[in-house]
């Protein structure tokens, strides 16, 4: 692992929220995705995590995205060598934005980030504010049914909100299948995943 790289990984059960409305690279039904800090103290993981965005040791990572054998499932991934200038400048921006905190609701605002949007906003920076990678329309639609899934009803219904969908927003699948993204590794029994 290098700064710079992605990480992304499968928290949770398989019934999880995220992955059941986003597919990733091949299948892979990752749920959340941070970058790779490397530095004299170790590796870490740059990542928007509640209750904020923040510097995480990598085993932690690690240790979170563990299915019931203590596995992780995990997929990382490396910008292409012709889009590497762009990385400490992202990273600059990143950090940056330590402490600023989780984004619960998933909006485009800068006053709160979840973890593909930290991705999104470090890099359109470093690209000089045009994209890098697009944000799309949110999508809350079951893959299975095409309806939207009910723990986002319920979810969004606690802020007393609709469901956003047809927002502009990101995810961690729709990163992970950029075709400027090198797949270096994929770890684990990750759902979803076709090798």
């Known amino acids: 692992m290098q700064s710079g790289d992605l990480i992304f990984s499968f928290i949770g059960s398989e019934q999880n929220a995220i992955s059941a409305v986003t597919e990733g690279y091949r299948g892979a039904r990752v749920n959340?995705?941070?970058v790779i800090v490397t530095?004299?103290?170790?590796?870490?993981v740059l990542e928007a995590f509640p209750p904020?965005?923040?510097?995480?040791?990598?085993?932690?990572?690690?240790?979170?995205?563990?299915?019931n054998n203590g596995a992780p499932r995990l997929i990382l991934g490396r910008l292409q060598n012709?889009?590497?200038?762009?990385i400490p400048d992202a990273l600059t921006y990143g950090l940056m934005q330590r402490n600023v905190p989780?984004?619960?609701?998933?909006?485009?605002?800068?006053a709160a980030l979840y973890c593909s949007e930290l991705i999104v906003d470090m890099f359109k920076h470093a690209n000089g504010g045009t994209e890098f990678f697009e944000e799309n329309p949110m999508s809350f639609r079951d893959t299975a049914t095409g309806e939207i899934h009910p723990t986002w009803i319920r979810y969004y219904a606690q802020f007393g909100m609709a469901v956003p969908e047809g927002e502009p927003g990101s995810n961690p699948g729709d990163i992970s299948k950029d075709a400027r993204l090198s797949i270096l590794d994929v770890i684990g029994n990750i759902p979803g995943y076709q090798p």
């Open 32 to 34: 959340h995705v941070g």
């Open 39 to 44: 530095n004299g103290l170790g590796t870490f």
């Open 52 to 67: 904020e965005v923040r510097l995480t040791n990598i085993e932690v990572f690690k240790r979170r995205s563990e299915d």
């Open 82 to 86: 012709s889009h590497h200038t762009l």
């Open 102 to 110: 989780y984004d619960v609701r998933y909006m485009p605002s800068e």
